[in-house]
């Protein structure tokens, strides 16, 4: 089945150790994104990329980054975790268009800061 | 800022009820509204989406849109224990619709 996966699902970091996310789709979707969801609250845009064209939100912080290989592949960094960035990160994809708002989530990681 | 707020709930219900759901957005540019289902400890699902005032329906749901009132809400006919969720509205960034902003969310529970 087409789907949206995403690893690991659960990553443990100490403080100040990089991490790297992954997020593999067989959607062919033109667009994924990257959000941040901690509990109990809405999800969070952090940055998406519409092909190889990439949108940074403005207010994510410089610690977060983000790759895009390819089609399938995006990956998302961050440098220095600190405890506030423990949280729920989904990848979702949608077709570009009049319907890419329809999002596509994967399963999410999530992570925690010790 | 845009914003989208719901009513974060818990919203109770009997099985076998309607529940109404609501959510309001700020942007008067929004041409897309969407409304995304997160069990617990789960990613989101679309559920439903509508572009156009007025009503749609999907088997159990139906979306309501009123761009006049900046009004959007989505409701759940014969409610099923399995219903229990939070359900996330989402709304375009002023007709860019590569961009959705996210409500915290409604916390349904369906009580059996």
């Known amino acids: 089945d087409a789907m949206v996966i995403q690893n690991p699902r659960y990553q443990v970091t100490q403080f100040g150790k990089p991490v790297t996310l992954s997020c593999s789709q067989t959607l062919n979707h033109n667009v994924m994104y990257w959000y941040q969801q901690k509990s109990s609250q809405a999800p969070k845009l952090l940055f998406h990329?519409?092909?190889?064209?990439?949108?940074n939100e403005a207010d994510t912080p410089d610690n977060f980054q983000s790759r895009r290989p390819n089609t399938s592949f995006c990956f998302l960094d961050i440098r220095s975790p600190g405890l506030g960035d423990a949280a729920m990160y989904l990848c979702a994809t949608s077709r570009a268009g009049p319907r890419t708002g329809e999002l596509f989530f994967g399963e999410g990681s999530r992570l925690t800061v010790l | 800022q845009k914003e989208v707020e719901q009513n974060s709930g818990p919203l109770s219900v009997p099985e076998g009820a309607i529940a109404s759901l609501n959510c309001t957005y700020s942007d008067r540019g929004s041409q897309s509204f969407f409304w995304y289902r997160q069990y617990s400890g789960k990613s989101p699902e679309l559920i439903m989406f509508i572009y156009s005032n007025g009503d749609k329906e999907d088997g159990r749901f139906t979306a309501q849109l009123n761009k006049a009132s900046q009004y959007v809400s989505l409701l759940i006919r014969d409610s099923q224990p399995s219903d229990s969720a939070t359900y996330l509205c989402?709304?375009?960034?002023?007709?860019?619709?590569?961009?959705?902003?996210f409500g915290k969310g409604t916390l349904l529970t369906v009580n059996p």
């Open positions: 989402a709304v375009d960034s002023g007709g860019s619709n590569y961009k959705l902003t």
């Open positions: 990329y519409y092909d190889k064209d990439f949108n």
